[in-house]
Each structure stands twice: as structure tokens, then as C-alpha cells.
């Protein structure tokens, strides 16, 4: 503990000030709940986390943020966040998953450029897919959301940014190393063709080529991966009409299994191997009638298509995605107090599914086709500078399902310059594509028996919180308190517990709810440096076969603490995390010859520690650091490693990290026009 606590005295960060937007980027950035955050005066040190102005409670993280860890992709950039927990699903595939509200990340819906994306058999990858150096910022809205982007957030949204063709022109270089061999390289830039035309291209490559099997298991910790992609955007603003587009296309392998050179050869080894290629675009159109009023008009258009080719021992699976969406909204406010936003939306998605799963006796050969047009409306009333109400209500109708209807309100109130006071209040559905989203349960012995007529899942989500800045001195204390309920009217449950060596899909038939509470402090001790600590307690129940049981790997709390230090002028940068993770339930496990259990009924808490320095130069940085510093792992994380052929072979019975401590440096380059 002297050792931590010199190095969290060692840390820090920067202020908050008001509302944040990217430095050197002229343009808006819309919070999830429609509110536009514009450009403001900010201080000598910048905050990369701060709280938006909106109604909904979404949390604005800049690049700067995203700059006090290695951040590689997505999933890594919520190393720092105490909202929103990233996990690997299983021990053998590298797919990661992402909590929110002590929920699975299946209920977050996903945005890029406040576009739905990333959805089917693109989730368990979907937070490698988007490199770290591509993103200007994120924005994480918790509970109910606007209706604008559709049905489906339950628990909240993440919208990712990216960075603009019409930014200050700007290159940049990113090169990481890491001790594992993964090395990656990301490139960007943008041009000003014109006074209107403006493009950019990102570029992205990463390979880790190395077996590491530190327990012995004879299984590689983590699978070996080569992953390429290209992102070309282009943008025209004119007074009144604004068009963007972009094209991204990304190949990925994995190669995991036994192929670690430190076990010894088998003649029959089990392997895996995944390969995923997806192409993906989209176009918005805008134009603006009044600017006074900001009456517009708005057309987006998107499409991708994914095609994935897994191996799993001897099972095999394959699966074409084709996803098609349109949306077409009109925005008007009436004058300071009433405001109105309207329009329609069409989703289409297609599957494609074959595969054969040996030990299960199962040949899938599926074609299943969803599409859902949608119209909502949308009214903000507000009074004054102190109290807020926007109501949203929508109708799509699945050639599935049938109709449904989505209502959603939030309320805020701002009773003097100390308080902000939240409330939301709204339904989320969405629509399960079983083997698509969870084909990485593949990876074991388990039979796979999918209950037929699965129903569309359907939720409540009720949250309260509150958002104290509390003057001490010339500084601000800064304290958020939440609170969040869910409570699933339908849900598909995956059925860990009725048969130890079975996993079942099936329809909820009981109860299923989650309850989060959440506080956070954040204080700037002196110039330049900040702590922030953060608490979350989970309850998260669900019925599996008629008993409501505590659900199976998820932490039921979890503690953060994060500082940042950067002296002087900011040459230098020191940031420190600690995660302390609690523990919670496992599957029920059944009984060995010797009596014993296959495992432990319950998994105890464990503490992470992060590190990272950061260098500054006038047009470069150099970063070095450490992941997992205090090096806990899962001990043996893959059931029956020694006869992956039998049906006790599991590897997702996964609560904990996989590999040890980690070390990496890297360099950033970057060349701003100012």
C-alpha cells in the first residue's frame, strides 16, 4: 500500500470547465439526448471526462482522456471509467464484452457518429474494431435515450466520434509495442480540397504473433491476431446544407487453441480459428431553413456487411450479415421555451447462419430476414434555465414481432449553481440472433440447445441522479449520484445453471431486474493535479429454472480510483487507475468422482493497477506504462484444458483477467496547423 500510495501521489490531471469540446475542432458535438454542445473558453489544463449540460446523464470523453492509457481500441479507452466495465468473454477467442448497469453490453446500444452500428455478429469483436487513434471522442449515456436513434438501448448508449475531414488540419502516427509481441500502427490525416470540400483517411494495423501459455494448460492465453482496416471520410459545409460520408473496411484472424510452443505436441490438438471481414458506410445530409430556429432537415443513410468463418475444435460456424438503415428526422424549435423533433426510420437486417457443432448433432442452415420501419416524435419543454422536460414516443412495427411502442422521458431541474437534478424514464426492446452474437460459447463442451420461438426482449429502465459542484476555497468538489433500475418483461436467458454441461438459450420465466448505485468524487488538489474516486454497487438477479438466483459473473461492486499529475507547463504527464473488482456467483458446478466440485461456487474480489508516463513534445509524445501491474490472473481459467474433446471442456467460465502484468511504450506523432 506505501508503494500505491506513492504512485497515486505521484498522478493527476486537469480541471474541469464547463462543458468540453475537442480543442482545435470548430465543429458541435450532439450529446445522445439531441443537445448541442458548442465550442467554450476552457483553462490552462482541460479535463478529458466531464459531465454534459443535457437532459440525459452522458459523460463527454475527450481525446485527451483517452491519452492517459495506451488505449489500442475501444474496449481498452474505458480503462479510466468507472461506469462501464470491459471483460473477456471467454478464455480462448479474445472477444470482450462491455457492462453497463451491471448488465451485458447486448442492452448498450452502439453508435458511430450517432448512427446505430456494430450490431449482430459484429458485438463480441465490435470493441477491437475501433482504434483508439481514430476517435475524437465518446460520449456514455446511461438509462433511457432518445428516440431519435431507435428502439433498442435498454441500459444506455455509446457513441463513438471519430475524427473530422473538416477539423483543423491535422497528421498524426501512432506505434505501440507491447511485452506480449503485440505490435500495432495507426496513421490519420486530413486535407482541405476547398473552401467546402474536406477528406480524411485513417488507417489501422495490429499483430500479436506470439504463443504465450504462462499456466501451462496447453492452451495460448490469448489468441494470436492480425487485424487491418481503412476509414475514408469526406465532408462539405455550406451555409445551410452539410454532407458527409464515409467507407470502412476491416479483415481480421484469429488464431487460438493449442498452439502454444511451450505445451507439448499433441496429435490431435483443438483449434480455433476466426476470420472476420466487414465493409461498412454511411451518408448524412443535412439542411438548415432557420438557423435562429434551428429548423432542418436531416437524412442519414448506412449500410455494412459482415462475413465471419469460425472453427472451434470441429465445430464450425459461418455467418453473412447484410445491414441496411435509413433515417429521416426534421428539427424545429419554436421559440426558447418549445422545441419539436420528428421523423422515420427503416432497419433492415438479413442472416445468413451455417454450421455444423459436432458433439451437439446439430447441421444450421438459417436464413433469417427482420425489417422495421419506425416514426417517433419528440417534444422538449423548458422553463428557463432551471427546470427541463423532454417526452419521446415512437412505433416500429417488425415483420416479426409485430407493433410496439417506445415511450421515454427525462426531466432535469437546476435549482441554483451547485445542483443538477435527473430523472429518466423509458422502455427498450431489441431482437436476439443467438449464434451471431454469442458463437464464441462455442469454445466448449457444452451442448447448445436453443429453445425455439424465442420472444423479443423487452425492458424498463428508471434512473435518478444528481450532480453536485460544491465550492472549497477556489476550487470545486464534484460529486454524481446514481441510481438505476431495470426490469426485463421478456429476456432471453442464457442458462449456465440448470445443466452443468449444457448452456440454454431460453425465454425469461420469472423475474429478472438490476439495481445500480454509483457515487464519484472528483477534487483538484493543487495545479495540474485531480483524484477522482468512484463506488458502484451491483444487484443483478435473474430466474434460471424457477429460482431467481444472483446472475452468474458479474461483479457485484466495484471501486476506482484514478489520478492524473501534469506539472508545470504539461511536458509531463503521470496517471495512475486502481480497479478493485468485487467478486460474485459462479455457475453451478457439478460434482467430480472424488466428490468435489468441478469449481468454487463463488469467485473472491481482486485489485488491477494501472500506470503510464507521457512525454510531450512540441509535434511528438513518447508513452511507456504497465496494465495489470499487480499481475492477478484467473488461475486455470479453462475447464478440462487436459481433454478438450470431452464434454467437460469449458472456456467461458470466465470473471477475471487472463494474462499478467503487461508493459508497453509507444509514440505518438502529430502535426497540427494552427
Same mark, same amino acid.
Given at each position: 500500500?506505501?508503494l500505491?500510495a506513492?504512485l497515486i501521489?505521484?498522478?493527476?490531471s ?7 469540446t475537442?480543442?482545435?475542432d ?15 473558453t ?5 479535463s478529458g471526462?466531464a ?5 440525459g446523464?452522458?459523460e463527454?470523453i475527450?481525446?485527451?482522456e483517452l491519452?492517459r492509457?495506451?488505449c489500442c ?23 470482450q ?10 442492452y ?7 448512427i446505430?452500428n ?7 469483436y465490435a470493441?477491437s474494431?475501433i ?6 471522442s465518446?460520449q456514455?449515456?446511461?438509462?433511457a ?7 433498442e438501448?435498454?441500459t444506455g448508449?455509446i457513441?463513438v ?19 506480449m509481441g ?11 480540397l ?5 477528406t480524411?483517411?485513417?488507417?489501422h ?5 506470439k504463443?504465450h501459455d504462462d ?12 487485424q487491418?482496416?481503412l476509414l475514408s471520410?469526406w ?14 473496411g476491416?479483415k ?8 502454444s ?17 466487414r465493409?461498412?458506410a454511411?451518408t448524412k445530409n443535412?439542411?438548415?431553413f432557420?438557423?435562429?430556429?434551428m429548423?432542418?432537415v ?9 462475413h465471419?468463418?469460425a ?17 429521416l428526422?426534421?428539427?424545429?424549435d419554436?421559440?426558447?421555451h418549445?422545441s419539436l ?6 432497419n433492415?437486417d ?5 454450421g455444423q457443432l459436432?458433439?451437439?448433432g446439430?447441421?444450421?442452415?438459417e436464413?433469417?430476414d427482420?425489417?422495421?420501419?419506425g416514426?417517433?416524435?419528440q417534444?422538449t ?8 422536460v423532454?417526452s419521446?414516443l ?20 437546476v ?14 426492446y431489441r431482437?436476439n440472433?443467438v449464434?451471431a452474437?454469442?458463437n464464441?460459447?462455442l ?10 420461438d424465442?420472444?423479443q426482449?423487452?425492458a424498463?429502465?428508471?434512473g435518478?441522479s444528481a450532480a $453536485? +459542484?460544491?465550492?472549497?476555497g477556489?476550487k *470545486?468538489l464534484? @460529486?454524481? &449520484?446514481? #441510481?438505476?433500475?431495470?426490469?426485463f418483461?421478456?429476456q ?8 452443468p ?6 425465454? $425469461? +420465466?420469472?423475474d429478472s431486474?438490476?439495481h *445500480?448505485?454509483? @457515487?464519484? &468524487?472528483? #477534487? ?6 485531480s483524484?477522482?474516486?468512484?463506488y ?11 429460482? $431467481? ?7 457485484n461492486y ?9 506539472p ?5 504527464q503521470?496517471d ?8 460474485g456467483r ?8 472424488d ?7 463463488r469467485y473472491?474480489g481482486?485489485e ?5 508516463i507521457t512525454r ?5 509524445s ?14 486455470n481459467?479453462i ?5 478438450p474433446w470431452?464434454?467437460?471442456f ?8 487472463l494474462?499478467?502484468?503487461?508493459y ?5 506523432l ?5
Amino acid at each position: 500500500m506505501k508503494l500505491l500510495a506513492s504512485l497515486i501521489f505521484l498522478s493527476a490531471s486537469v480541471s474541469v470547465h464547463a462543458q468540453v469540446t475537442e480543442s482545435g475542432d470548430s465543429s458541435n458535438v450532439k450529446t445522445l439526448d439531441g443537445n448541442t454542445v458548442g465550442e467554450v473558453t476552457i483553462s490552462a489544463h482541460q479535463s478529458g471526462r466531464a459531465k454534459t449540460s443535457g437532459l440525459g446523464n452522458t459523460e463527454f470523453i475527450s481525446s485527451k482522456e483517452l491519452l492517459r492509457a495506451a488505449c489500442c481500441n475501444l474496449g481498452e479507452s474505458f480503462t479510466t471509467n468507472p461506469s462501464v466495465d470491459v471483460n473477456y468473454a471467454d478464455a480462448t477467442t479474445g472477444a470482450q464484452q462491455i457492462k453497463l448497469l451491471g448488465l451485458s453490453g447486448t442492452y448498450v446500444q452502439m453508435l458511430t457518429e450517432n448512427i446505430p452500428n456494430y450490431r449482430g455478429v459484429a458485438s463480441p469483436y465490435a470493441l477491437s474494431y475501433i482504434p483508439g487513434p481514430w476517435m475524437q471522442s465518446i460520449q456514455v449515456s446511461k438509462g433511457a435515450s432518445s428516440v431519435k436513434n431507435g428502439y433498442e438501448s435498454i441500459t444506455g448508449q455509446i457513441n463513438v466520434e471519430f475524427k473530422k475531414p473538416q477539423a483543423t488540419p491535422f497528421a498524426d502516427a501512432n506505434l505501440y509495442y507491447n511485452t506480449m509481441g503485440k505490435l500495432e500502427a495507426n496513421l490519420g490525416a486530413n486535407l482541405q480540397l476547398s473552401q467546402r470540400w474536406s477528406t480524411a483517411l485513417l488507417g489501422h494495423y495490429e499483430i500479436l504473433n506470439k504463443a504465450h501459455d504462462d499456466n501451462g494448460d496447453g492452451f495460448v492465453d490469448m489468441p494470436k491476431i492480425r487485424q487491418g482496416s481503412l476509414l475514408s471520410r469526406w465532408a462539405w459545409m455550406s451555409d445551410n446544407y452539410v454532407f458527409q460520408a464515409s467507407v470502412k473496411g476491416l479483415k481480421e484472424h484469429r488464431e487460438g487453441g493449442q498452439i502454444s510452443h511451450h505445451s507439448p505436441l499433441t496429435t490431435h490438438p483443438y483449434l480455433i480459428d476466426i476470420t472476420n471481414e466487414r465493409y461498412e458506410a454511411f451518408t448524412k445530409n443535412a439542411y438548415i431553413f432557420n438557423k435562429e430556429r434551428m429548423t432542418n432537415v436531416a437524412l442519414i443513410l448506412s449500410g455494412s456487411t459482415h462475413h465471419e468463418n469460425a472453427t472451434y475444435g470441429h465445430q464450425l460456424y459461418r455467418v453473412d450479415q447484410r445491414n441496411g438503415y435509413a433515417s429521416l428526422m426534421f428539427e424545429t424549435d419554436f421559440n426558447e421555451h418549445h422545441s419539436l423533433s420528428t421523423g422515420f426510420s427503416l432497419n433492415h437486417d438479413y442472416f445468413d447462419q451455417r454450421g455444423q457443432l459436432e458433439h451437439c448433432g446439430l447441421d444450421i442452415d438459417e436464413r433469417d430476414d427482420e425489417t422495421t420501419p419506425g416514426i417517433y416524435a419528440q417534444y422538449t419543454y423548458k422553463i428557463g434555465e432551471k427546470f427541463v422536460v423532454m417526452s419521446g414516443l415512437r412505433w416500429d412495427h417488425s415483420n416479426i414481432y409485430g407493433g410496439f411502442v417506445t415511450p421515454r422521458m427525462h426531466l432535469k431541474y437546476v435549482p441554483n449553481d451547485i445542483v443538477t437534478l435527473r430523472g429518466s424514464i423509458g422502455k427498450g426492446y431489441r431482437t436476439n440472433h443467438v449464434l451471431a452474437e454469442n458463437n464464441y460459447l462455442l469454445a466448449s463442451g457444452r451442448q447448445i440447445i436453443i429453445d425455439p420461438d424465442l420472444e423479443q426482449e423487452e425492458a424498463w429502465n428508471m434512473g435518478i441522479s444528481a450532480a $453536485l +459542484n460544491i465550492p472549497i476555497g477556489n476550487k *470545486t468538489l464534484e @460529486i454524481n &449520484a446514481e #441510481y438505476y433500475y431495470t426490469n426485463f418483461l421478456h429476456q432471453m436467458i442464457v442458462d449456465l445453471d440448470s445443466d452443468p454441461h449444457a448452456i440454454h438459450f431460453t425465454n $425469461l +420465466n420469472g423475474d429478472s431486474y438490476s439495481h *445500480t448505485w454509483q @457515487i464519484e &468524487a472528483t #477534487y483538484p488538489f493543487f495545479q495540474g493535479f485531480s483524484l477522482t474516486a468512484t463506488y458502484r454497487r451491483t444487484n443483478v438477479k435473474t430466474t434460471y429454472s424457477g429460482v $431467481l438466483q444472483e446472475k452468474p459473473l458479474t461483479n457485484n461492486y466495484k471501486g476506482l480510483f484514478t489520478a492524473s499529475y501534469a506539472p508545470g507547463l504539461g511536458k509531463w504527464q503521470f496517471d495512475v487507475t486502481l480497479q478493485l473488482n468485487g467478486g460474485g456467483r459462479m455457475p453451478t458446478p457439478y460434482t467430480i468422482s472424488d466428490g468435489s466440485l468441478s469449481w468454487d461456487e463463488r469467485y473472491k474480489g481482486y485489485e488491477q493497477l494501472n500506470a503510464q508516463i507521457t512525454r510531450f513534445f512540441r509535434h511528438w509524445s513518447i508513452y511507456a506504462g504497465g496494465e495489470n501491474i499487480t499481475g492477478f490472473k484467473q488461475k486455470n481459467p479453462i475447464i478440462g484444458a487436459n481433454d478438450p474433446w470431452g464434454q467437460n471442456f469449458d472456456s467461458t467460465m470466465i470473471w477475471g483477467p487472463l494474462h499478467g502484468a503487461i508493459y508497453y511504450i509507444g509514440v505518438r506523432l502529430n502535426w497540427n496547423k494552427i
